[in-house]
């Protein structure tokens, strides 16, 4: 795997992704999406034994301080809706992964960079985190799914006002308003991140995989989760893994999966 932004590290089924841009604070330029989408759509999916993703951002202050605002210079109309469709394919195949992606936040979380975050299935924070969507600020808008996403995590009224005021709010608050998952010290997140992905891992993937599934059923307008649910179940039904966790169950022993 090779990117000019991102850096990766594969261990144990788990896949640590870095965006590697400190000095802009990991912003988001066309590059780094062009990466992101490459690792999302072609690379990672052909990784062998992959359980999980972690995704973070180099350095000690920021996870990602939004879209590259030096890119936004010149942008029309037809430039920002070519540019938001193209961010929404990314983050979409981000939240349809088929295998569980965690934003571990390390500091600023801001416009795209919390959008980001909000498209991984799970969010550890560290003390220091701060999240936010100050487009207002810059006579904008989110433009990748970051009005949708917001109101999924903490509801109208809190969305509303972190999007009108372009407010931050810190770790704690992300936390008790249900964005973030986890508070931990800071350069902890990551760690805390794969300590999840490794419980996560010894679950059947493929069951894991359909609740992922089922879960974004519920968001998606053109799906009825019930029913959704009801594909999905019919599907894990017919696993190997599910004849072992049952078998494993009642002989008293611990399952191994093998996902199949
Ligand atoms: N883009 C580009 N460079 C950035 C950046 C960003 N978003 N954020 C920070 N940087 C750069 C700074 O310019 C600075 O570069 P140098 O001057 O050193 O060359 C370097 O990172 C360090 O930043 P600061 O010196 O400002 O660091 P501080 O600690 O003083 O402040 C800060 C940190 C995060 C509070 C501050 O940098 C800041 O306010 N940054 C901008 C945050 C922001 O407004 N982010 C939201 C961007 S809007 C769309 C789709 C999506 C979006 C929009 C449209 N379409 C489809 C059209 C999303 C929009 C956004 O994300």
Redesign the pocket.
């Known amino acids: 795997m090779n990117y000019k932004n991102l850096m990766t590290d594969y261990e144990n089924g788990i896949l640590v992704v870095t965006i590697n841009r400190p000095?802009?604070?990991n912003?988001?330029?066309e590059q780094t999406l062009n990466d992101l989408r490459q690792l999302f759509q072609e690379d990672a999916p052909e990784l062998k034994g992959l359980r999980g993703v972690v995704l973070t951002g180099a350095g000690d202050?920021?996870f990602v301080?939004?879209?590259?605002?030096?890119e936004?210079t010149g942008?029309d109309a037809q430039?920002?809706?070519?540019?938001?469709?193209?961010?929404h394919d990314i983050f979409f195949s981000i939240e349809r992964f088929f295998r569980p992606v965690i934003a571990a936040v390390g500091g600023?979380a801001?416009?795209?960079?919390?959008?980001l975050a909000m498209s991984c299935h799970l969010r550890v924070a560290s003390e220091k985190a701060l999240f936010?969507?100050?487009?207002v600020?810059?006579g904008?808008?989110?433009?990748?799914g970051?009005t949708q996403r917001l109101i999924q995590y903490i509801g109208k009224g809190r969305a509303l006002e972190i999007l009108m005021t372009g407010d931050m709010i810190d770790a704690q608050k992300a936390l008790d308003w249900g964005l973030a998952n986890h508070v931990v010290s800071h350069g902890e997140e990551v760690n805390k991140s794969i300590e999840i992905l490794t419980k996560i891992a010894k679950k059947a993937p493929f069951a894991v995989s359909k609740t992922i599934a089922s879960v974004n059923a519920y968001f998606e307008s053109q799906k009825d989760g019930f029913e959704q649910e009801v594909i999905e179940f019919a599907q894990t039904v017919n696993t190997e893994d599910f004849k072992e966790g049952a078998a494993a169950f009642l002989e008293k022993r611990k399952a191994v999966f093998t996902g199949k």
Do not use: R, V
């Not at 301080?65 to 030096?70: K, R």
């Open positions: 000095k802009a604070l912003a988001l330029n202050k920021a301080a939004g879209a590259d605002i030096s936004f942008l430039g920002g809706l070519d540019m938001s469709q193209k961010g600023y801001l416009g795209g960079g919390c959008e936010g969507q100050p487009e600020n810059l904008l808008i989110p433009g990748y970051g």
